[in-house]
């Protein structure tokens, strides 16, 4: 019992460092710009389906379709980010309801390019398991991007708070127009906010695709896992983003252990009700009122 | 006066020359029914988001829900049809007492905060087998009955229903709006805490349009489960009830009384007969494009973009 916790929880803390990966575009763009993207998960998918095809057809593994990816998503994030700034009135709103839109679109595309076939990776690599201490089992695909996903959280984190783009980025959100008098062009940043989403939704694509399997109705479902975390993290909270992450990955796990796997998805949407209702400002957020 | 004879000619429309000019056509008249049955779940998702000042990306559950409970009150209590039909809409009011706390939530949060809400209560049929049968669904649910000799369990029978279940939807919600408190929940969107000052209570009124709108979608979904006679929990509460509402009531003009029933029936027909057969796999991208394009160009959606333009031609006419 206590190998089978033990495991348990090992696979819910690889799990987290990838759902953090998931969940850092949405993060970055809604701390920063108070937009939710509801068209992030199919910017994920988007990338794992970049990479099934530069496998598929060119016989390149999963990472070396990274810098095509990043191309791709990073330009079709900003595309997203242009159509934003269209918006005349209730932007708030309104922003959700066009992103929903463009995921729609996406999701739809998605199945003409590639229809709706089941895909995974056919590189065995990935997906043969090495056994830690004796006990503990994981992939190494599941190894590899909690190694990538932790990293990528502190480079994020230390690009937010040292780098001047990022502490530029924080300027505009935190007042657009004292910014602007520093000198600070709050366009040039937003996009680069949008672009580096993008980059981030490549990396977690090519993870989505190298360990799990990939189909086009999966991007909804991506989304309200990088939300739910998002809103765990708390606003603005770029390691609260990992911890959210991990928190829900071990409490899926653990759930799929002792109880039933077709119940974790109740217990991170119950998880993410009860933050949302009894903490307004997530786990690690600054207060900001949301009622 | 104009406004009435148009209100005629469309009822008259409707009720006579679709079923004599459609009325053998079943593929035609299933179609019409679907589209329908959209543009109920959008008058009821549109009063909320119009009145309350609340988008909901959870109303699937409002509409499984009633589903639900009509179909299992009519197989296991033996209640006949209709009256299963009107129970399923309260189940569903109910139950939206559940999602109450969300209230609180300002805009976006709320948004997601009733997308968890419909994903859990999906969750929930799946695995409360006992009363839902789980995943295997409920089988031959009992169909409209027939009544003075007219079986509305046909397909143009089925569409008589529907047709009726949405008029009445828009008549109350055309009830509500022009009540008092329907003046005061829109005086809310420009500034609730004036309102507060004027000793509206926001979030009882808030909460009131919320168990109306959960009903009347629960009525939308009671009436599809006997129509179709069949329920599983991926279909109940499939989150296109709630993207299709969406994109209909936004469409159409989600601030207006008529603007979702005639977005829901312009995407969804067009979506069927035209995109549908242009391109049989993701023909849905189109309906996306149109979401955004309309928040995009026109965020208060069709029906109010044709009215300025009217007016304006109208007005060139009178002063050339």
Do not use: C
């Not at chain 1, 990966?21 to 970049?50: K, Q």
Request: proline content about 3%.
């Amino acid at each position: 019992m206590f190998d089978l916790v033990a495991q348990s929880v090992f696979s819910g803390l690889l799990a987290g460092a990838y759902y953090a990966l998931i969940a850092l575009g949405l993060a970055l763009v809604f701390g920063t710009m108070r937009i939710i993207n509801l068209a992030h998960g199919e910017l994920v998918l988007l990338a794992g389906y970049i990479a099934y095809t530069a496998e598929s057809r060119f016989g390149l593994d999963p990472l070396a379709a990274l810098p095509a990816a990043i191309i791709i998503v990073a330009l079709t994030s900003v595309i997203i980010y242009l159509l934003l700034t269209r918006i005349r009135v209730d932007r708030e709103i309104n922003s959700l309801i066009l992103t929903f839109g463009i995921a729609i679109m996406l999701t739809n595309g998605i199945l003409m390019i590639w229809s709706a076939d089941i895909r995974s990776t056919t590189s065995g690599w990935y997906l043969d398991s090495i056994i830690i201490g004796d006990t503990l089992f994981a992939m190494n695909t599941e190894i590899l991007f909690a190694v990538i996903g932790v990293l990528v959280v502190g480079a994020v984190w230390w690009w937010l708070s040292k780098s001047w783009y990022g502490r530029a980025l924080r300027a505009v959100s935190s007042n657009r127009d004292a910014a602007k008098l520093m000198g600070i062009d709050p366009r040039t940043t937003e996009i680069l906010s949008f672009a580096v989403a993008g980059l981030l939704a490549s990396i977690a694509g090519i993870a989505l695709y190298s360990g799990k399997v990939i189909e086009p109705s999966l991007g909804h479902s991506l989304t309200i896992k990088a939300f739910i975390i998002t809103v765990l993290a708390g606003l603005g909270s770029v390691p609260g983003v990992l911890i959210g992450a991990v928190l829900i990955g071990v409490a899926e796990s653990l759930t799929a252990t002792l109880w039933s796997s077709a119940l974790q998805g109740l217990v991170s949407m119950l998880l993410f009700l009860i933050v949302l209702l009894v903490m307004p400002s997530g786990l690690f957020g600054r207060t900001r009122r949301r009622g | 006066m104009m406004k009435y004879l148009s209100l005629i000619i469309i009822l008259a429309g409707a009720y006579l020359a679709v079923p004599l000019q459609f009325g053998g056509n079943d593929y035609v008249i299933g179609i019409v029914v679907s589209a329908l049955t959209i543009a109920g779940i959008a008058v009821a998702w549109a009063m909320l988001g119009n009145l309350g000042g609340m988008i909901s990306f959870g109303h699937s559950a409002f509409f499984g829900v009633g589903a639900y409970g009509s179909a299992l009150l009519a197989m296991n209590a033996g209640l006949p049809v209709f009256p299963s039909i009107l129970a399923g809409g309260v189940i569903a009011g109910v139950v939206s007492i559940l999602t109450m706390p969300t209230l609180r939530l300002r805009g976006p949060y709320f948004a997601l905060a009733m997308l968890a809400f419909a994903e859990i209560f999906r969750i929930l049929a799946i695995e409360m087998r006992w009363l839902t049968n789980g995943s295997g669904g409920l089988l031959s649910i009992p169909r409209l009955p027939t009544v003075f000799g007219f079986d509305f369990g046909s397909r143009l029978g089925g569409y008589f229903v529907v047709l009726t279940l949405v008029l009445l939807t828009v008549f109350v919600y055309w009830l509500i709006r022009n009540r008092p408190e329907g003046l005061a929940l829109r005086a809310m969107h420009d500034s609730e805490d004036a309102t507060l000052v004027v000793g509206v209570n926001a979030t009882r009124l808030k909460a009131a349009v919320l168990v109306v709108s959960a009903f009347l979608t629960g009525i939308m979904g009671a009436f599809n489960a006997h129509y179709i006679n069949f329920l599983e929990p991926d279909y109940a509460f499939n989150g296109s009830w709630t993207t299709l509402a969406i994109v209909a009531a936004i469409f159409g003009g989600y601030k207006t009384l008529w603007g979702p029933v005639a977005g829901a029936l312009i995407v969804y027909l067009v979506d069927q007969f035209v995109f549908k057969a242009i391109m049989p796999s993701g023909h849905q991208l189109i309906l996306g494009g149109l979401l955004a394009a309309i928040v995009i160009f026109s965020p208060s959606g069709l029906l109010p973009w044709l009215a300025s333009r009217f007016r304006k031609e109208a007005g060139d006419a009178a002063h050339p």
